[in-house]
């Protein structure tokens, strides 16, 4: 499969980037680097080629949620041995604020979920997961697809849905 965003590295110009969330910008300036070294998160950009510049980011980490947070009506086609259930974390995706509104949200939420869905081929992955920020973003990934989990801010996206829309 072919992604269109690369891993995060020295030639990106990550101090320009700005989405207008403090926490997503602070993230990519102070700790996306460390997160990476430390193997607690792998971060993929989308960015010009010329400048350097990053459109977006997106980060992506192994993780994994209790049996008990999975709706009953998915849960029934889990076995009951499971209490917890392998899923893989969407932790963060940002699109820069020159770039927003260019339907480049969408084309990095596709990509995230290639990955993840080729991940799951190697790593059982039942679920991708998001934790996202605000309203807004719930209604975002919403749009998606994804269903929020009862008693937790986080959504899921089965990753059998997934599978549907890249194979035929
Ligand atoms: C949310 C975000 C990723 C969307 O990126 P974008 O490139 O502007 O979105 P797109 O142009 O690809 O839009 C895709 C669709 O989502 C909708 N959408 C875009 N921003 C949205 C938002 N903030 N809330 C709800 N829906 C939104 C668009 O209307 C569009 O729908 P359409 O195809 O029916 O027209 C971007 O605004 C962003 O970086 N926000 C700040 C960080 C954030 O909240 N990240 C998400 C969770 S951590």
Known sequence: MDFITANLSSVHKKNEFCCEKELL???????????????????????DNNSNL???????????????????????????????????LLGRLAIDKNFKGNGIGKILLVDALKRCYEISKTIGSFAVIVDPLDKEAQTFYAKY??????????????????QQLFEK
């Open 25 to 47: 910008d602070n993230y990519l300036y102070k700790q996306a680097n460390q997160d990476i070294k430390r193997k607690l998160s792998a971060c993929f950009v989308l960015a």
């Open 54 to 88: 990053i459109k977006g980011y997106y980060t992506l980490s192994n993780s994994s949620i209790p049996s008990i947070l999975i709706p009953e009506e998915v849960k029934k086609q889990l076995p009951n041995s499971y209490t917890s259930i392998p899923t893989t």
């Open 145 to 162: 697809g994804f269903i929020k989990l009862p008693d937790s801010g986080k959504m899921f996206l089965p990753m059998k849905t997934i």
